[in-house]
Structures are given as structure tokens and as C-alpha cells.
């Protein structure tokens, strides 16, 4: 049974940074590359980054220079470091391997919220 449990969003001001955990259990985490997605109100999910098994990593543009994807083999875990953060940046936070992300399952995210 896959699981996935996100944590470390939380309130922040513009130009501040937050770094989120995900756990991952009920995958082969070393064979699978892992993301990082994030839905606003009232938009789609969207991808924001991606590690793969063997270290690459992509960005969406919107977050290029100042987001930072990681994982952990040891711990099954994948890391997203966050810094100057915008206002735009608020969303829910999720990760999932890249071969589950059209079907889910999906854990329940973690909320970031940028604001003044």
C-alpha cells in the first residue's frame, strides 16, 4: 500500500523559505523518480520538481534558482527546499513518484501559505 506523508508547510512572508519532507513507503523509492506538485485554489496541480533515482533534477520555470529538490535513499524520503519565496508560491504541496502521478494515490499535502 503506497503512502505518502508530506510535512513542513506552513505561514511565511514574502521572501522567506520553508522546507518540506515527504515519507514514501509501499514504492520501490530507489527505483522511481520522484516530484514535487502543488495546486492553488481553484487551478490544476502542477509539477514544480523532480529528482530522479540517480540524482537529476528539473524545475518548472516559476521556480527555477530558487526552489531545491532532494531525496534521501536511506530514509525513502524526498526534500524541497524553498527560498524567496512569492506570494504565488501558496498552495497545497504534494510529492509522488512520477509513475503514480496521473493515477494517485495522492497523500494529503502539506499547505504553504506566502503573505505579509
Known amino acids: 500500500q503506497v503512502q505518502l506523508v508530506e510535512s513542513g508547510g506552513g505561514l511565511v512572508q514574502p521572501g522567506g523559505s520553508l522546507r518540506l519532507s515527504c515519507a514514501a513507503s509501499?514504492?520501490?523509492?530507489?527505483?522511481?523518480?520522484m516530484g514535487w506538485y502543488r495546486q492553488a485554489p481553484g487551478k490544476r496541480r502542477e509539477l514544480v520538481a523532480t529528482?530522479?533515482?540517480?540524482?537529476?533534477?528539473n524545475y518548472a520555470d516559476a521556480v527555477k534558482g530558487r526552489f531545491t529538490i532532494s531525496r534521501d535513499e536511506a530514509k525513502n524520503t524526498v526534500s524541497l527546499q524553498m527560498n524567496s519565496l512569492k506570494p504565488e508560491d501558496a498552495a497545497v504541496y504534494y510529492c509522488?513518484?512520477?509513475?503514480?502521478?496521473?493515477?494517485?494515490?495522492w497523500g494529503q499535502g502539506t499547505q504553504v501559505t506566502v503573505s505579509s
Open positions: 509522488n513518484s512520477d509513475a503514480l502521478s496521473a493515477t494517485g494515490p
Open positions: 509501499g514504492i520501490i523509492f530507489r527505483l522511481n523518480t
Open positions: 529528482v530522479t533515482s540517480d540524482g537529476r533534477t
